[in-house]
């Protein structure tokens, strides 16, 4: 009885937060070419979960309740230099939490809370200096901040967010809670540049240094080359992987990161097609030190606008491969429910993790009105754990995504995940292989 008070309670804090938000952050501009912005970034989470998992720190079956937050705040702000060329940076901090039972996986206690830096970055743009290159051709950065690579099928910004139910003999994996709503996303240290404009030939020559432990903290580097048409966009990505730490690398499974090579061939477009949505990856991946063990991964989408009837609907179908051993990397949420979190309860916490696996997924989506779209998904999970098809499942999610003002956006989602099997028979659902029913809601305050 106490869980569900808390659990609706929880609800009424969510929608008030997000109703009494701010209407707008403040920005400054002068005739001198000076930006100045507050940058304002808030979300807050309601997640339940009928079933619990072995993936962490749990260890009894049950249901679980809990709750995540975060605020992100700061300056932004740039200069002119002449020539359009513009001078830029921003820094921002980030305070978060869990509360309640933790989540469903046992990666958080819900007794999380922590302010820490974010953002803290410095970079220029060249505007009209370099014309050979188009205008802002040449971007240089350094510093605290995100990096994506296409859609995030391999980076996606440092997003994993551990929680302190894993600490322990002198490890401590925490990073502050909020592990579904990733609320810290940015690389420690980078160095990257970015060479050409939005159309034909461009690069990315980047160094990225993490310090996530639930990471092993690698070190990597790479360049990303595409080349970008009216029909699609041609990727290909060379990463390398640097160092990790010793300590973490091991005990997550990480140890041959260190020397690791992965080469990506991708594609993401519509072939000249206006209703057609095209997308593909295939990645090869060279084990590290300590292994000489290759890994494959890939997927092929397809799918369907039907932009003359009412609501705009679509149609989505994607294959996906990973074999085993196979390292995801830094991958991350990043066009929608999906990609890359393939399964609200499989992609956090009942696994597989885009790896060892095989998926199969349909999705659908609608759009009744301009702030209010509908979507239906559905994964199938085979060919799972070493091939043994311990984490084989299925999970259908029904969703909404509902821009209730300017600067609210509310996110309601409930899923079933059913096991082919149990802990107790190899799997990851502990207690028993029923069907799990899994809720949650998310508002975004965004400026």
Not at 107 to 126: K, Q, V
Not at 305 to 318: C, D, I, L, M
């Amino acid at each position: 009885m106490m869980k569900n008070q808390r659990f609706i309670k929880s609800i009424i804090c969510l929608a008030v937060a997000g109703l009494s938000a701010p209407a707008s952050a403040y920005n400054f501009y002068d005739q001198n070419g000076t930006e100045l912005n507050v940058d304002i970034e808030a979300a807050v989470g309601v997640f339940s979960s009928a079933e619990t998992y072995n993936l962490g720190a749990k260890s009894q079956a049950g249901d679980s309740d809990w709750q995540e937050g975060y605020i992100k705040y700061g300056l932004s702000g740039s200069q002119s230099v002449g020539s359009g060329s513009r001078l830029y940076g921003a820094v921002n901090l980030v305070s978060s939490g869990t509360w309640g039972d933790g989540d469903a996986a046992g990666i958080t206690s819900g007794n999380e809370r922590e302010t820490d830096l974010e953002d803290a970055y410095l970079g220029w743009r060249s505007g009209n200096l370099i014309p050979a290159l188009g205008e802002d051709g040449l971007d240089l950065s350094v510093g605290r901040q995100q990096f994506t690579i296409g859609d995030g099928f391999l980076i996606n910004s440092d997003a994993l967010n551990f929680g302190d139910a894993l600490n322990g003999g002198g490890l401590d994996f925490d990073r502050g809670g909020a592990y579904w709503l990733a609320a810290r996303k940015a690389f420690d240290q980078t160095a990257i540049a970015r060479i050409g404009g939005s159309d034909g030939l461009r690069a990315d020559l980047f160094w990225l240094a993490s310090d996530n432990k639930a990471q092993a903290e690698m070190e990597l580097a790479g360049l990303n080359t595409e080349y970008v048409t009216s029909q699609g966009t041609f990727g290909l990505a060379y990463i390398e992987g640097l160092d990790v730490d010793d300590t973490f690398a091991p005990i997550l499974g990480y140890g041959s990161r260190d020397g690791q090579k992965t080469m990506s061939l991708r594609y993401q477009g519509n072939a000249g097609v206006d209703k057609l949505f095209l997308s593909a990856e295939f990645v090869n991946q060279e084990a590290g030190e300590g292994s000489d063990e290759n890994s494959k991964a890939w997927y092929a989408e397809a799918g369907w606008t039907f932009s003359e009837t009412p609501w705009s609907p679509s149609v989505n179908y994607r294959y996906s491969s990973f074999d085993e051993g196979f390292d995801p990397l830094f991958f991350g949420f990043n066009r929608g429910y999906g990609t890359w979190f393939q399964g609200e309860v499989a992609a956090n916490y009942a696994g597989p993790f885009n790896s060892d696996a095989s998926v199969h997924h349909l999705g659908f989506k609608a759009t009744p009105s301009e702030t209010l779209s509908i979507g239906a998904l559905f994964f199938d999970f085979t060919d799972t754990a070493g091939g043994t098809g311990n984490l084989n499942a299925q999970e259908v999610d029904l969703y909404a995504e509902w821009v209730a003002a300017p600067h609210l956006i509310i996110s309601p989602l409930v899923g079933l995940y059913m096991p082919d099997n149990s802990a107790a028979e190899g799997g990851s659902q502990i207690g028993s292989d029923e069907t799990n029913t899994y809720a949650q809601i998310i508002a975004i305050v965004p400026f």
